[in-house]
C-alpha cells in the first residue's frame, strides 16, 4: 500500500492499510491509522498523529513547525481525527510551547484546498473549510461551523458552533454560535437558520435562538445586558446554553 518513490520512516507507525501515495514523505514520529489514504507528494513530519479513514490529497504539509519565532524545537504535536477529508494544498503546523503544546482537528471534517491551520488551533467536527481559509494561531472553531472561501481568522480568535461566514470575511473578533457573519470588517447578518434545519433543530428552538440574536444585536442593550437577558431565556430554551457559555468567556469581544 506504498508506493515504491515514497519515503518513510522506519520508525513511523502506520497501521497495515493505510496507503501512501508516490514522492510522499513520512517522518520519524508520525501515526496513522487505519483505513487513512496519503495521496502523492503530501509531506507529514513532526510529532503528527492521523487517526483512521482520513483522506488526505496531494500537495499538503501537515505537521511542519510554526510560523512562530518563539518556536525552539519543543516536542510539540498535530493531531487530526477520524473521518476527514484534507484537500489540496493544505498546511497544519505544529502547536507551541506557549499554548496546550498541540494543533488538534477533529473528526469528519471537511477542508478544502490551500487552508492554513497555525500552530495551536482547535478546530472540532463536522466543520467545513472552503478554499483558502486561513486561522491564525490559537483559534478555535466550534463544531459544524462553516468557514467560506477567502475568510481571514485572527489570532486567538474563537469560533462558535453552527456559524457560517461569506467569502472573504476577515474575523478579528469572536463569532457567537448559530450566527451569520460576512464582510470587512466582518458583521452579523442573522443566524444560520438553514443549517440548523439541516441539523435537525426544532422550529421552537430555532425561533428561540432567533430571539436570542435580536436581544444580542437588535435590541440596544448594552453586552452585558444582552447576557443577562440571554441567561434569563435559557430556563425555558437548552439550545441557548452554548450560546450564553461563549459570551461568557469571550477575551476579544464580538463580532457587532
Known amino acids: 500500500m506504498i508506493h515504491s518513490t515514497a519515503i518513510v520512516h522506519p520508525d513511523a507507525k502506520l497501521a497495515d492499510d493505510v496507503e501512501v501515495g508516490a514522492y510522499s514523505i513520512i517522518g520519524e514520529h508520525v501515526e496513522i491509522g487505519a483505513g487513512t489514504v496519503i495521496g502523492p507528494h503530501v509531506v507529514i513530519n513532526g510529532h503528527t498523529r492521523i487517526g483512521e479513514y482520513n483522506r488526505i490529497f496531494q500537495f499538503c504539509s501537515l505537521g511542519e513547525i510554526p510560523q512562530d519565532k518563539k518556536y525552539a524545537n519543543e516536542p510539540t504535536r ?4 477520524d473521518h476527514n477529508t484534507i484537500r489540496e494544498f493544505c498546511t497544519f503546523n505544529l502547536g507551541t510551547a506557549q499554548d496546550a503544546g498541540v494543533t488538534r482537528v477533529g473528526n469528519h471534517n471537511w477542508i478544502m484546498a490551500y ?4 500552530h495551536d488551533c482547535q478546530v472540532g467536527n463536522h466543520t467545513i473549510f472552503a478554499n483558502n481559509a486561513q486561522l491564525a494561531g490559537h483559534v478555535e472553531v466550534g463544531d459544524y461551523a462553516i468557514l467560506g472561501g477567502f475568510t481571514v481568522v485572527h489570532q486567538f480568535v474563537r469560533i462558535g458552533a453552527h456559524i457560517i461566514t461569506g467569502m472573504g470575511t476577515i474575523l478579528l473578533q469572536d463569532v457567537p454560535p448559530y450566527v451569520l457573519a460576512s464582510g470587512n470588517p466582518c458583521a452579523p447578518y442573522g ?15 430555532i425561533m428561540a435562538i432567533k430571539r436570542a440574536y435580536k436581544t444580542l444585536y437588535k435590541s ?3 453586552l452585558d445586558e444582552a447576557k443577562a437577558a440571554i ?11 452554548p450560546l450564553a457559555d461563549f459570551l461568557a468567556v469571550s477575551q476579544r469581544g464580538i463580532v457587532r
Do not use: W, Y
Not at 498535530?78 to 481525527?81: C, S
Not at 487552508?115 to 497555525?118: N, Q, R, T
Not at 443566524?191 to 428552538?205: H, T, Y
Not at 435559557?234 to 441557548?240: D, I
Open 78 to 81: 498535530l493531531e487530526i481525527g
Open 115 to 118: 487552508v492554513h491551520l497555525a
Open 191 to 205: 443566524i444560520n437558520a438553514e443549517g440548523l434545519k439541516r441539523r435537525g433543530f426544532s422550529s421552537p428552538a
Open 220 to 222: 440596544g442593550l448594552s
Open 231 to 241: 441567561q434569563a431565556q435559557l430556563t425555558e430554551h437548552a439550545e441557548l446554553q
